[in-house]
């Protein structure tokens, strides 16, 4: 008798937010500044403000807000400045005090400095953070072209040693792409924007809510009532970063074909349902085998990131 596995009724309605126009725009206040190592931050948030800034151009728009590159006039010091207005929306501004509060614990050679964070007369709040001359790894992808594996295993290095850090201070960051990994001309990777971000409070904490981009989601933050359970939240930042160097390395978002625009319900059954991405022949065994232990579709099997920094691809000679 042949089994037949139990239909389930998959919601693939997502929930459509309030206008915030229908809301009350109440000033939020800041969060409480929290005692770090990180002094530096504190003593620049106390000496800049806005009117010691010149903009000089517009390095991106989104998540309710803006962001320049700035020159410090007194010092000509360039830092990049994220404006989030004063109207946007209550759920972004939200998700703006979750990034302050994290950057505000932060102290990483691998992790974006903030330099300071200040509100403006208008309501608008700022936040002061060093500035990554050569962009994101997503616009070095467009105009440099694919990373050759050597590159790879440098990025992976980088990006594996900010893992560390932050999921050493219960911190996962739940959007990690090319778009977030910031870069400058020493060719040094930084994790940024962490929006979504979540600081475990305690170490069996859920961290199984729909936030992020979904097409860098794990199966189980998709489906967690087939791959979930008391899954490992920071298994997903590692399922993640798989993917960020597959794209990296192919020129395209792996789990679909060239030009191919990712639509909600798309990715949910190719990442739920469909095998992980495969590399093409040409790519070695190390790198191969480092792309598997970070998309296994079970999230207990996934290599952590202290294994996975003691992996041949990341600790072979670059040479």
């Given amino acids: 008798m042949a089994l037949v596995r139990e239909r389930r009724q998959l919601n693939l309605r997502l929930p459509i937010p309030e206008r915030s126009d229908h809301r009350p725009r109440f000033p939020l206040p800041l969060p409480p500044t929290t005692t770090t190592a990180n002094t530096s931050t504190a003593t620049s948030a106390a ?17 309710g807000g803006t962001v320049y590159k700035v ?9 990049a400045l994220k404006v989030v207005h004063s109207d946007s929306d209550p759920t972004l501004r939200r998700q703006v005090f979750r990034e302050m509060e994290i950057l505000r614990r932060t102290d ?11 509100e403006k007369p208008s309501g608008d709040i700022c936040i002061l953070m060093e500035y ?3 962009g994101t790894l997503d616009s070095l992808l467009k105009t440099h ?9 440098d990025v992976a290095r980088q990006v594996l040693n900010g893992l ?12 990690l792409k090319p778009s977030n990994l910031l870069v400058n001309d020493k060719m ?10 979540k600081i475990m409070c305690r170490t069996l904490d859920a961290c199984n809510s729909y936030v992020g981009t979904c097409a860098y989601m794990s199966p189980e933050r998709f489906d967690p009532d087939t791959y979930g359970g008391n899954y490992n939240g920071y298994a997903g930042d590692i399922w993640s970063l798989g993917l960020t160097l597959l794209e990296l390395y192919m020129g395209h978002f792996p789990f679909l074909p060239p030009g191919q625009r990712p639509d909600w319900a798309t990715l949910m059954c190719a990442i739920c349902f469909g095998e992980p ?5 040409q790519a070695s065994e190390e790198f191969r085998s480092f792309i598997e232990c970070c998309l296994q579709k079970e999230s207990n099997k996934r290599w952590t990131v202290a294994q996975l920094l003691a992996h041949p691809f990341v600790c072979k000679d670059p040479r």
């Avoid at 000496?47 to 998540?63: A, F, M, R, W």
């Avoid at 020159?71 to 830092?79: A, D, E, P």
């Avoid at 560390?164 to 739940?174: A, S, V």
């Fill in 47 to 63: 000496s800049i403000t806005s009117s010691d800034l010149e903009k000089l151009q517009v390095l991106g728009h989104g998540n």
């Fill in 71 to 79: 020159r410090h006039k007194r010092t000509s010091t360039l830092y």
């Fill in 108 to 118: 990483s050679p691998h992790v974006v400095r903030c330099h300071g964070i200040f």
């Fill in 132 to 134: 990554m001359d050569l």
């Fill in 145 to 153: 072209g694919t990373f050759s594996e050597p590159k790879l295993a």
């Fill in 164 to 175: 560390n850090y932050l999921h050493g201070h219960k911190i996962i960051h739940r959007d």
């Fill in 188 to 197: 040094e990777v930084k994790i940024a924007d962490f929006g979504v971000s």
């Fill in 277 to 281: 991405p495969s590399l093409p022949e």
